[in-house]
């Protein structure tokens, strides 16, 4: 409570932790996302259940959605899905990040040693050339907040959890 009182002093409005993710979206994405989840919500009570997804994807015309199904959705809120929960779960799948565990796990793919490091230069030539090609610029805008050493090896551990947290630097 103490908190509330003085966010309420400062004039601001408390907020937990997760209210960050109303920052990923514009006011009109929200809006777009709260009507979503009022229609999803069928029963109105502020939180999507099992129930609610299946009356909506009655409404879609499939009906034949199982339980387990359903089940494993909710799962990924990983307790009830309020709407910051719902927005939260959109913005991760939108942003598409990968669990840190994800990311690192390619990363060793490249590092064979466990230096904990890949070469710069032989990364750039892998992201250029492999699967989803980047261009020069978007390995640039990738390497500006790589972690990099003098010796041209990014820090990849560092650089996930740039990834999935955010840039300590573009937060300032």
Not at 126 to 141: I, R, S
């Amino acid at each position: 409570m103490a908190s509330k009182k003085a966010a309420a002093k400062r004039g601001k409005p408390a907020q937990r932790g997760s209210s960050n993710v109303f920052s990923m979206f514009e006011q009109s994405q929200i809006q777009e996302f709260k009507e979503a989840f009022g229609c999803i919500d069928q029963n109105r009570d502020g939180v999507i259940n099992k129930t609610d997804l299946k009356e909506t994807y009655a409404q879609l015309g499939k009906l034949n959605v199982s339980d387990e199904e359903l089940e494993s959705m909710l799962a990924e809120g990983k307790g009830p899905i309020n709407f910051t929960v719902f927005l939260t779960l959109f913005g991760e799948k939108l942003n598409g990040t990968d669990p840190e565990e994800t990311i690192l796990a390619a990363f060793k793919l490249f590092d064979p040693n466990a230096t904990g490091v890949v070469n710069k230069d032989e990364f750039r030539r892998l992201l250029m050339n492999q699967a989803d090609k980047f261009t020069a610029e978007e390995v640039d805008q990738a390497f500006a907040v790589a972690p990099i050493d003098v010796a041209g090896n990014i820090d990849y551990k560092s650089l996930c959890y740039i990834i999935t947290h955010g840039d300590e630097k573009e937060e300032s």
